[in-house]
């Protein structure tokens, strides 16, 4: 039969690839691709996860993920009649099942809070009762009678200034006497005492003096953090610069060439993603002289360049290898010489 766990492992192996890699690219965890490996169904989430976690898997290794698929579905039949992999509930039943149980629940939460509000409107209706009581008790005492008859206190005479004419006008009023009451709760209270209200004053008011608006000064302009790029996912453990490539292998590495000799950029670029790109970029005594942007196809690929140094480019030559993001990932110089 054929083991879909030892095709995923093998593969990996022979690209020189660990799983902490694999977790950190495909965003599954490590626990998960080791039950994969290990062909552990029963320690797998269960489905439908474990079919799109080996899809997930494959792809990334280049494998084929029906064919993966086929053989986990074998295997996992295989281990359901030996007893290994006990059966799993289904879980759309499961979910089926809450929401029917769901209606019951929300009755007695209904139930629960009719309750609850006749309560409240039982206890509201005591409180206002009691406090009409209360007040009606306080208005009747407020209205008895007093016994005591009101006095007249002696007259005297009141002087006061006209603000017009500056002449004091005489009058004879009638104040009326100290008189004690009894309060609501039968005690004697004391009349309030007498205010004595000044004449007002003839001197002119001065006008305020405004004070003069503060000087608003302008705020400081706050300058802009700088923005920090994040660091670059794809490495350049190998490369260099040489004449030709050889069983995916660079030769004739050196630092000073021929004109009229082809010159190859090879790198070697880890960490990447289908898809991605890789850029190669040749300078000549600081002059841009080529562009040439390298498609990757897994986390580990190698690029080459090729450029033929034609006559007049004699000098200092650059080559670098960038990011998509314009990061330089490795960077190589060499010189070009009249044979």
Known sequence: MASFGSALRDTRLGRGISLDDVARDTRLTKRCLQALEDESIPNLPGEPYNRAYLRTYSAYLGLDPDKLV??????????????????????????????ER?????????????????????????????????????????????????????????????????????????MPAPSRRLGTTGILVAPPPRLVVPPPSLDPVPAPVEKPAPVKRPAPVEKPAPVEKPESRLSVPRSGVGTDVVDRELVGRSDTFHVGTGVVFWTFVTGGRPG????????HKGRAEGVVDLRLAGPSWRTQSRKTLAPGTEGEWVVEALDSAGRVLVRHEFRSEVP
């Open 70 to 99: 086929g053989d986990y579905e074998r295997e996992a039949e295989a281990q359901t009649k030996t007893g290994r992999l006990a059966g799993r509930p289904d879980v759309l039943t499961a979910m089926r099942q809450t929401v």
């Open 102 to 174: 769901r209606p019951l629940v929300v009755v007695r939460k209904r139930r629960l809070g009719a309750i609850a509000r006749t309560a409240g409107l039982a206890g509201g209706a005591v409180t206002l009762l009691v406090g009409l009581v209360w007040v009606g008790l306080v208005g009747v005492s407020r209205l008895l009678p007093t016994n005591e008859p009101a006095s007249v206190g002696p007259s005297m005479s009141v002087t006061q200034v006209s603000e017009t004419g500056n002449k004091a006008v005489e009058r004879d009023a009638v």
């Open 276 to 283: 991605e790109t890789i850029r190669h970029r040749w300078t």
